[in-house]
């Protein structure tokens, strides 16, 4: 809660002609609009160019954000709008560059040995293999720690479609690790 009185606060802020303000709304935010756009584009460049845009219009919509949801989940919605129109617009492929999906692991990668570090491998593989829309929602889910609700707002999608995108994505990992020899409960 004292996080989003504090976003509240900078909201006002700005919208009262102090636009520096804004600046904490993007540190706050930027890894999260950053990782998103990396998620669905596969390329850091397109990415930071998708999250640029983002936090310009979001500053220059800042007065037409109705407090309705949480701002980040607002935020997280125009780049997923964002990113998914860049997509469009780009009918190339995309080669998946291994150095941006390092930072977005779904296992924490601290302290492990060399076991764990072949399962964590099976594991990014496996959610590789996994649609785009399901890796974005196994992200913003386990690593971004959004909750059912706010992924719906963020992707447009009701609250037991993404229950059941979990699901079956959970399920699809499990079979994929199966195959790699590995049993363990995702």
């Given at each position: ?19 520096e303000?804004?600046r ?38 800042l ?11 607002w935020?997280y ?20 560059l ?6 977005y692991?779904?296992?924490?990668t601290?302290?492990?040995d ?7 491998l099976s594991?990014?593989?496996?959610v ?9 929602l196994?992200?913003l ?11 719906a ?26 195959k ?7």
């Amino acid at each position: 809660m004292l996080q989003e009185e504090l976003e509240q606060n900078c909201i006002n802020r700005v919208l009262n002609g102090e636009p520096e303000a804004f600046r904490l709304l993007v540190e706050r935010h930027e890894d999260h609009v950053l990782g998103i756009a990396i998620q669905i584009l596969k390329g850091r460049e397109e990415a930071e160019e998708v999250a640029q845009d983002v936090f310009l219009k979001a500053y220059r919509s800042l007065d037409k954000y109705a407090g309705k949801s949480k701002f980040g989940t607002w935020l997280y919605r125009i780049t997923y709008n964002e990113a998914i129109s860049k997509l469009r617009g780009n009918k190339k492929q995309r080669a998946v560059l291994a150095d941006d999906f390092d930072e977005y692991d779904f296992v924490d990668t601290e302290v492990y040995d060399e076991e764990h570090e072949e399962q964590l491998l099976s594991l990014e593989e496996a959610v590789q293999k996994l649609k785009e829309p399901d890796q974005l929602l196994l992200n913003l889910y386990y690593q971004q720690d959004k909750k059912v609700k706010e992924i719906a707002e963020i992707i447009g999608m009701s609250e037991s479609n993404i229950k059941i995108r979990l699901h079956r994505s959970r399920s699809t990992l499990q079979e994929l690790l199966k195959k790699k020899g590995h049993g363990e409960q995702v």
